[in-house]
């Protein structure tokens, strides 16, 4: 239980030098576009641990997701809606790098009841971050701050919490950053950012670990499971979203009008972007056939499969993308990238077979 009388206690500013930054643009040469997982490694790696990308994206199963809710749906990507259980991904997780962590809500948004078992006030919020920051020496991941409710690193605070600094995906970005201030090192500095701020997930206490082939297993468990469940609260998912997808890419009117043209877009491209994640994917396939010799054949075969998808969706951002974005509005170009999407779909299919079979291995 946090102790809400201390968080005056000490000093008004405490900051966590050093975090890696989070950003859809490349950061050390590396591009991570899956905020949770890159979020994560980044607040490990500042605590000493280090963990790659596709290992949390692995793990995590983000790396195997496609949401797809008939409309044009702009939270299709976010990962607190890729399993029935909101918490599932952040459990495979931490269970994989061996911490325990907390997830609650904000009591103020009501919205998105639907998401979170436990909500907290802006006092508790508040109390946590200076918990996490100025005893724990840990950084915070927090939904929101700034922007979309995406994951983002909450590295310090001003003001006896009133501020939170830190790094966020969108904070560059003029349409989401009003009031946002920077600090020297390029954190981002908000106030009155209770109401922006969806959640927080607190990193626990480093616990035992399973064994890597327990991880390994659990992770490919969970992989089949997100890529052969057909609907997640009232998305199509998985192999079904694929379908989905491409059959309202062919039997949807596109209307001219360039906002809504733009909304169908970027939910379009949304999808390609979490298609090309198969590439984390088979990247982390790879890894544990290095580890598993007797698993090895068929998991390349599928790591194989999943970069063909990441290849096929290149071909789909060339038909539309923001550079081109009216080509999406010609039938002609759509069902082109609708064969492209199902072609995905079948390799999705054979790369899942292929790691059922390793799994009896």
Known sequence: MIDQSRSRNGPARVLLEGVRRVSYYPVEGRVEVTPFPSCLRSCLAYMGENYGYEYIMGTSGAAFRLLWKPGWHPDNIDILVMAEDTFEPFRQAFRAVGYAHEVFGNRGAPDKAELFRRYESYDYFRSCIIESIRDKRRPVIGFGVIGPPECCIITGYDEYGEALIGWNYFQDQKEFNAGVEFEPSGYFR???WFKDTLGLIIIGEKLGKPTLDEIHRKAL????EVVRTPMV?????GLA???AWA???CHEDFPADGNVLMEHL???LDGLTMVQERWSAALFLMRIAEHSPAMASDLLAAASYYAAEHH???QCYKLASYENMKELAEPDVRHQIASL????RDRDALAADHIERALTK
Do not use: D, F, P, V
């Open 190 to 192: 908000k106030r009155n």
């Open 221 to 224: 468990e969970w992989a089949l």
């Open 233 to 237: 609260r009232g998305r199509h998912s």
């Open 241 to 243: 979203a694929y379908t």
């Open 247 to 249: 059959e309202t890419l």
């Open 266 to 268: 970027t939910a379009h």
């Open 312 to 314: 096929l969706m290149g």
């Open 341 to 344: 999407i199902l072609q995905a």
